[in-house]
């Protein structure tokens, strides 16, 4: 994707944390946008952020620096349905569309 | 179902045919968005409408990518005189604009998406 950087594999046990980086271009910033995609299957909305700080949602938190353009995906309690792609989209402000990372591959192992 | 539907779910092709992939937005959603994913790579973004008018071509690789949608609801992204790079899994997404008190947080919400391969 156009300037947006996070890795590319990681690796988890059930039952732990694990935390997602993802780094962005801040000219024309206005949101940033997490979403976890099984192989073969439609990507899904997990969070949004667009002013600094950190948005809880149940296993699932982001967080979000505007000044830093960074951002990172906490999930907590990790289960093996969790293995997934997890990709990191930023919206510019003249335009409504996304700019997708290439996707984090998160394996959870037992 | 309530979700976006798109159609077929495979295609497959003879490099140099034409292919039409169909998009059924979620009903109400104003936005539609065309994006291509190839294997183990992010979205990349197509093309934009809100409602008929395509507010956003600059994503469609050549001018053999067209799309429409002339009543502001189903989308059809149409690909001419294919090419072995044109495989690639097409996603379609649709979104509101407005959530409630004006706030531009709507996500967009995908479909499965169409599975091409030119052969």
């Known amino acids: 994707g156009q300037n947006i950087d996070q890795p590319t594999e990681m690796t988890a046990t059930e039952g732990a944390i694990v935390q997602i980086n993802c780094t962005y271009q801040?000219?024309?910033?206005?949101?940033l946008f997490w979403y976890q995609q099984h192989a073969g299957e439609a990507p899904t909305f997990l969070s949004y952020?667009?002013?600094?700080g950190l948005e809880e949602k149940g296993r699932f938190s982001s967080f979000l620096s505007r000044s830093k353009g960074y951002s990172y995906l906490l999930l907590k309690e990790l289960q093996m349905k969790d293995s997934a792609s997890y990709l990191c989209?930023?919206?510019?402000?003249?335009?409504?569309?996304?700019?997708f990372g290439t996707g984090t591959l998160l394996a959870v192992q037992p | 179902g309530a979700g976006v539907s798109q159609s077929p779910r495979y295609k497959v092709a003879k490099r140099g045919q034409d292919v039409a992939l169909r998009c059924d937005p979620i009903?109400?959603?104003?936005?539609l968005f065309w994006y291509q994913q190839a294997l183990g790579q992010g979205p990349e973004f197509l093309t934009y409408?809100?409602?008929?008018?395509?507010?956003?071509k600059s994503g469609l690789p050549s001018d053999r990518f067209f799309a429409e949608r002339p009543e502001g609801s189903v989308s059809t992204l149409k690909i001419q005189r294919t090419q072995q790079e044109d495989s690639a899994v097409y996603l379609c997404?649709?979104?509101?604009?407005?959530?409630?008190?004006?706030?531009?947080?709507?996500?967009?919400?995908f479909g499965d998406g169409t599975r091409l391969s030119i052969l």
């Open positions: 989209a930023s919206r510019r402000s003249a335009t409504n569309k996304l700019i």
């Open positions: 801040t000219s024309g910033f206005n949101g």
């Open positions: 952020n667009v002013l600094d």
């Open positions: 009903s109400g959603h104003v936005s």
């Open positions: 409408f809100q409602n008929e008018a395509q507010l956003d």
């Open positions: 997404a649709s979104s509101r604009i407005l959530g409630p008190g004006g706030a531009f947080n709507q996500p967009q919400h």
